[in-house]
């Protein structure tokens, strides 16, 4: 089964809201002379300072507002209340969300997120009408200790417990090793499918064949300019959670261009 690829670009703790929107702006120049089904899904996380300045300025570009979807880069699993400092799915819907990235391993590792709250907050999204972009994947330690199937088996299990079938299905999975996220380290291409394809194995033991063909799982982790087309040409890479790459617009319209080149 064909699945449409995703390029997200997740900006991180970075740019000031008129920095976001001339990045945006550069962006959606270059999309703009694509259609689906040539152009991937293009996903752009800004900080929640600038959400609405870039979701002010994606709507005017003749597209009807869908080449660049927008996705907030964490979220609280409740709808409102004491809170300080959060913000909740609908909040994000709010400010021109469509996806809400969870369990980012900075937010697991500085911010002590668990995979009970990751689970908490895929439910909450996928109630709210938002798509989740749940990230998982090992540190090194991990990895040399041969452990690394293991734990993203099990951090996926847990991610989607109790979700329904037909969610899981348009949800998106991020597999990003630790070790290659900001290291310039990318993942081989080859084993970074056979994790991705670990995973999809681990979605159908738990959604079902239906869900593990359609979800759309991305590989994350020092993707470049250079890396995406070998990464796509790959059988279960359906796309890319880029950070670096993507706070320069010659390099992630580059990466958009690669993909294309491969991904039909
Ligand atoms: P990177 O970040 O591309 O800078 O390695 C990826 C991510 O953290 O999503």
Redesign the pocket.
Request: include cysteine; aromatic fraction near 0%.
């Given at each position: 089964m064909s699945r449409k690829p995703i390029i997200a670009g997740?900006w991180?703790m970075n740019l000031l809201q008129s920095e976001a929107k001339e990045l945006f702006e550069g962006i959606k120049s270059f999309v703009k002379d694509y259609t689906a089904p040539q152009l991937p899904t293009v996903v752009i996380a800004p900080t929640f300072t600038s959400l609405c300045a870039v979701s002010s300025v994606r709507c005017d570009c003749g597209c009807g507002g869908n080449k660049i979807s927008v996705a907030a880069q964490n979220c609280h699993w409740e709808n409102s209340g004491a809170y300080t400092g959060e913000i909740s799915v609908e909040m994000a819907k709010d400010a021109g969300c469509d996806y809400i990235i969870i369990g980012?391993?900075?937010r697991r590792q500085y911010f002590s997120e668990t995979d009970e709250m990751i689970n908490k907050k895929a439910k909450a999204i996928l109630a709210g009408g938002l798509i989740p972009i749940i990230?998982c994947g090992e540190t090194l330690e991990q990895r040399e200790a041969g452990i690394t199937d293991e734990h993203i088996a099990t951090q996926i299990r847990a991610a989607l417990s109790g979700i329904s079938s037909e969610d899981v299905a348009k949800s998106v999975i991020?597999y990003?090793p630790i070790w290659?996220?900001?290291?310039g380290k990318t993942c081989d291409s080859v084993e970074a499918n056979r994790v991705i394809k670990m995973i999809r194995n681990v979605v159908k033991e738990v959604s079902g064949s239906e869900a593990a063909d359609s979800i759309r799982i991305l590989y994350?982790?020092?993707?470049k300019p250079s890396t995406i087309e070998e990464q796509m040409s790959q059988s279960d890479i359906d796309g890319a959670?880029?950070?670096?790459?993507?706070l320069k617009a010659d390099s992630f319209n580059e990466i958009i261009a690669n993909t294309m080149k491969v991904a039909v």
């Open positions: 997740n991180k980012h391993s900075e990230c991020a990003e290659a996220i900001g290291t994350g982790g020092s993707v959670l880029v950070g670096g790459a993507s």
